[in-house]
């Protein structure tokens, strides 16, 4: 993540773990909307599709950097400024000491050495995450309720038993859905559980063929953006735009982030908000 020198170390540990790795694919992933802003750039402007691709990873960092203000949830609450503009430095200071050293020349290099870099990590971690059986996390997670089974049906690998060699051209991304049941277990040691993992899940952590994935990763980038969903016919309000997900989900509700940067907090329709969280409306606890 930091081969295109845009990344905060400090907003990727909070912004990944705490939206990606909890709330794989569902409408909370932060990782997620990206698709849908890549579905409206093929449809509206190719071009910025092939951009977006070519050095998303970059301008999205940047952005972040440069744009987000500090201790906000888009970057991290307990980030100061100077933090959140780390890299922000390390990029001018590459660029000062490139032109300081080769001139002009060093612009289509680093130019370049930044699209590669990005293309790369963007191509090997979408493919684990889009594909057309694991997009739906929500309904996944409606479906089941073992959180390593919703982890393995909401992301694909490669080469899960390969070890440091091989999957090293692959910034082993293939081992996704193993890392995303033990996040904190190096990579390098991933392919030594994951024998346990397919025991205990058998089925669900086949290796996939990478190219078919590719294919339908771009395909569905690809595709026409599916029209957003009508909101619940009732629902009973708990929260405000711009509540966190601990402050909502302590109340017993559903934090809704489907619409960017204004998330709202509520309980579901004919759930009841109780004491002790949410029942049917058939439950017979008091509401509050």
Known sequence: MYLSLSNNPFRWMYVHLTSHHMQTNTAIDHDKRAVADF????????????????????????????LCADHSTATAPSMT????????????????????????????????TIGVASLYAFVFFQVSHVQPETLDGDGIRAA???????????TKGWGATRGVLGC???????????????????????????PLI???????MDDQPLLPMVAAMFRIFTADPAPPAPP??????????????????????VFD?????????????GATRTRGGLVGAGGDAREL
């Open 81 to 112: 400024l100077a933090e959140q503009l780390v890299p922000g430095v390390v990029s001018i200071a590459v660029l000062l000491l490139g032109l300081r050293c080769q001139g002009a020349r060093w612009l289509p290099r680093m130019l370049l």
């Open 232 to 253: 619940p016919a009732r629902r009973r309000e708990c929260g405000h735009a711009g509540i966190t997900v601990q402050a909502c989900e302590a109340r017993g509700c």
């Open 168 to 194: 090293a051209p692959f910034l082993f991304l293939n081992l996704q859905p193993a890392h995303h049941l033990f996040p904190a277990l190096h990579h390098s040691k991933l392919h030594l559980v994951t």
């Open 39 to 66: 579905q409206r750039w093929w449809r509206d402007n190719p071009l910025m599709w092939w951009v977006g691709t070519l050095v998303g990873v970059f301008l999205a960092g940047t952005r972040v950097t440069w």
């Open 144 to 154: 089941v309720d073992d959180w390593g089974e919703f982890q393995l049906r909401t």
């Open 257 to 269: 982030a489907s619409v960017p940067h204004s998330p709202w907090c509520y309980s579901a329709p």
């Open 198 to 204: 397919r025991q205990h899940y058998p089925g669900l």
